[in-house]
């Protein structure tokens, strides 16, 4: 009767093996889900907020050059050059808006970002009458108070860049400790399964042993 023993240890073993497969099937497509949504996580880092960040901080930095350049209006008058530069400005600005737009915005965000169209549509119309030759002080205390309101909403949105980013951040951790979870639990019922294995191997040789000095077994 050996061959019985023999035959219901490699049934046993041949389970345990393919359960191992399945095992390392499933941790693969794990593995590779995980990995997509690292991926997705990192790259909407990069390019829903640091790049987002980059473009709020040009127009930060627009915004300011075109408010000392028409600060200067009011002393001297705009030049054909200081028009130019102006033009310039706002060409520039209107880029950057088209960018920001291409950008993931959350629900707060488009909020905000929809405030920051409206402002800037205001500050373009002032700039373009302070261009026009009417360089008048209330125009330009309109024109630095429709700025300021600006770099308020600029400082809004940069703060919503900040708290998503920190969210990305979290989430990028959670996806990398499950995979190393996983790999874990994969390791650990992998070396059990060995331990079984090997005690279906040692117990065959133990009947095996016994059986050959035991003929009422054969």
Known sequence: MKWAYTIRNK???AILLAVVLGLTMLTNLLERKRF?????????????????ESYLFHLYENLKNEQ????????MGLSIAGKEKLAAHRANRASLMAQYAETYLTEEEEVQFSQLQATLGEVDRLEKEIAGGQAAAPLINAHDAATAEAFATLSALSDIQTTVGAELRDESERIILGSVSISHLEMTVLIIIAIIIQGLIFSSRTLLGSASRDPSLN
């Open 36 to 52: 997509r949504e690292l991926e997705q996580s990192f790259s909407s880092i990069f390019e829903d907020r640091l790049m987002a």
């Open 11 to 13: 049934t046993k073993a």
């Open 68 to 75: 000392d350049l028409i600060q200067s209006a009011a002393d």
